[in-house]
Each structure stands twice: as C-alpha cells, then as structure tokens.
C-alpha cells in the first residue's frame, strides 16, 4: 500500500486548508477495513495523533486541540481520506502525516508541510 498526501501549504491564521491523502496497491473493499489517520510532527516534537475515522467514516476520533476546527473523512470509492483544517493557528505548523492500519499491516506516506504564519 502506497499513501501520497497532498496539499500542504503556506497559510495565514485562521485559513483553511485540505489535506488529501490517496492510496494505491489496494482494492477499494480493502481500503474501506482501513483504519485512517492523519498525524503530525512538530519540529523539537514528537508525532502526535490528529484524526482518525474507521468503518467507512462512522466513526472518528480527534485530538483535543484540533475538535470542533478540522473534520476527517474519506471516499472508499476513490481510495482517500480527507483533513480539512479550518480556523488554524500557528501551532498547527507541522508535517502532516496519513497511516493507514489494518491488524498488522501499518503504512504512512511521506509527509506534507503545512505552515501557518502572516
């Protein structure tokens, strides 16, 4: 399983932004068994825990500090989960992360910086 994330950026306070996470090498019933989650990494930090949705998007699950600003989903159809991020803040600045998880199987892409600064 290959995970490409997308759409990272530059961003002012209190911007949004959509983060997409697409995988390859899975079929699309295999991909909806999936755990996925978006993370992120702070510089001087360890990766933490944003957002996580399961079984088809019926259940998800956020990080204290990014509830009520940034909403996780995906499209099993098309193999991608989504973070949209609203109302940011300068410490949102990180590499955003996508794992994907089944049982055992544990895979993450390679990162998309998003930035929030004026």
């Known amino acids: 399983v290959q995970l490409v994330e997308s759409g990272g950026g530059l961003v002012q306070p209190e911007g949004a932004l959509r983060l997409s996470c697409a995988a390859s090498?899975?079929?699309?019933?295999?991909?909806?068994?999936?755990?996925m989650s978006w993370y992120r990494q702070a510089p001087g930090k360890e990766r933490e825990l944003v957002a996580s949705?399961?079984?088809?998007?019926?259940?998800?699950n956020y990080a204290d500090s990014v509830k009520g600003r940034f909403t996780i989903s995906r499209d099993n159809a098309k193999n991608t989960v989504y973070l949209q991020m609203n109302s940011l803040k300068p410490e949102d600045t990180a590499v955003y992360y996508c794992?994907?998880?089944?049982?055992?199987?544990?895979?993450w892409g390679q990162g998309t910086q998003v930035t929030v600064s004026s």
């Open positions: 090498g899975v079929s699309g019933f295999t991909f909806s068994r999936y755990v």
């Open positions: 794992n994907a998880r089944l049982l055992v199987n544990n895979y």
């Open positions: 949705i399961i079984i088809g998007g019926g259940i998800t």
